[in-house]
Each structure stands twice: as C-alpha cells, then as structure tokens.
T-cell receptor, first 115, second 114 residues
Framework: AQSVAQPEDQVNVAEGNPLTVKCTYS??????LFWYVQYPNRGLQFLLK??????LVKGSYGFEAEFNKSQTSFHLKKPSALVSDSALYFC?????????????FGAGTRLAVHP | KAGVTQTPRYLIKTRGQQVTLSCSPI?????VSWYQQTPGQGLQFLFE???????NKGNFPGRFSGRQFSNSRSEMNVSTLELGDSALYLC?????????????FGPGTRLTVL
C-alpha cells in the first residue's frame, strides 16, 4: 500500500539557521511528491512538487526539497529559517491506484522557529 | 486568479442532522477533490469529481456524498451526522489534465457536530 511517513512530530530551529523537515514514502511506480504548508485556521498552501528530472526541487518562499530515490525520501529544506515559517508541514504522494488526484498525506510536522 | 473558495467557513450541527458544504474551484479547473482533516486520522481523501462525474472515492461510509455542477462547483453532503464527523473539510481543485497537476486547496469548512 502507498504511504508517507513524517518521522518528526515537531522540529525546532533558531531563526537564521537551516531547517530540514523529513519525509519518506512508499509507492509503486514513479512517485509524484508534494509539500504543503498549513497555517492556523487556513487551508493547505502548495510549496513544491517533484515529478521527474532534477533531484533538487525549488519552491515557494525559499523552500527546496531533495528527492532521493534510493532512500525513498523527499526532505524539505530551507537555508535560513524565518519566524514566519512556523507552521504545520505536510508531505504527500499521489496514489497511483487512486487516479489523478488522490493524495496520501503524512501526519504532518510542526515547525517552530524561535527568534 | 481567485483561489478556491469554500462556504460556509464554520458550521455547528447536532447529531443526526445533515449538512451540505460548497466549493468553488479556481477558474478553468475541472477537478474538485474533497479531504477530511481530523487530529486523530490526519488528512484523508474523500472523493474527486471531474466533469460532473465522481472519478475516485476514498474509504468513507455512504453517508458522505458529493456532486459537481456544470460550472465545476462542487458540493459535499454528510447525512445523519455523528460526533466523529467533526473535522475540517478541505476542497482542492486542479486542471486535472495529467497526473502531475498540482491541487490547490481552499481555506476549509470547520464542521462541529454536537
């Protein structure tokens, strides 16, 4: 079965330091991977996606993600964290057995950036 | 372009009632998907509609249903509400031209069942 794991419930980082939010996946076939961010009382905002091509994907707000096929990982990164990056982050993979638009989400990782 | 809009933003219902939630996709998007978000189960796929037809369905009971109109707007309905239906219901739209399309989410409808 298709699945996504986000092993950390919370990540704490000081403002200005680099941040990494981890994601591993299990899917049959080629993985289509996504990162979304959710602020309180808001929906999900799209950050970036990996479909094919370069393993380093650049997205919105200075975020990037590194696809690693051998480790089945898709970690989200940012070189310098901002307090305003504090939010809930979700990794997702398209379920190939569910048609075009069925996403399977990880449990989410809460990012706390401290001044 | 305007984003995905959902109405109402908040709803309070009692057990046994039914509820209808509405979603207007981004202009030009023909696919609308619905997800349920709860603290215990996280984000779970409910169903997807494309060109007024349900294309995919998640693992939810038949009390959860939906439809899509010719203008791509979608509604979902939950009948005979249970306490466990309390959740944030998110709608997402995409152009659905291929499996690589991005889904863009609305702000959600917060449903509380008392």
């Amino acid at each position: 079965a298709q699945s996504v794991a986000q092993p950390e419930d919370q990540v704490n980082v000081a403002e200005g330091n680099p941040l990494t939010v981890k994601c591993t996946y299990s899917v049959s076939g080629n993985p289509y991977l996504f990162w979304y961010v959710q602020y309180p009382n808001r929906g999900l905002q799209f950050l970036l996606k990996y479909i094919t091509g370069d393993n380093l994907v650049k997205g919105s707000y200075g975020f990037e993600a590194e696809f690693n096929k051998s480790q089945t990982s898709f970690h989200l990164k940012k070189p310098s964290a901002l307090v305003s990056d504090s939010a809930l982050y979700f990794c997702a993979v398209r379920d190939p057995s569910g048609g075009y638009n069925k996403l399977i989400f990880g449990a989410g990782t809460r990012l706390a950036v401290h001044p | 372009k305007a984003g995905v809009t959902q109405t109402p933003r908040y709803l309070i219902k009692t057990r046994g009632q039914q509820v209808t939630l509405s979603c207007s996709p981004i202009s030009g998007h023909r696919s609308v998907s619905w997800y349920q978000q709860t603290p215990g189960q996280g984000l779970q796929f409910l169903f997807e509609y494309f060109s007024e037809t349900q294309r995919n369905k998640g693992n939810f009971p038949g009390r959860f249903s939906g439809r899509q109109f010719s203008n791509s707007r979608s509604e979902m309905n939950v009948s005979t509400l249970e306490l466990g239906d309390s959740a944030l219901y998110l709608c997402a739209s995409s152009s659905a031209l291929s499996g690589t399309d991005t889904q863009y989410f609305g702000p959600g409808t917060r449903l509380t069942v008392l």
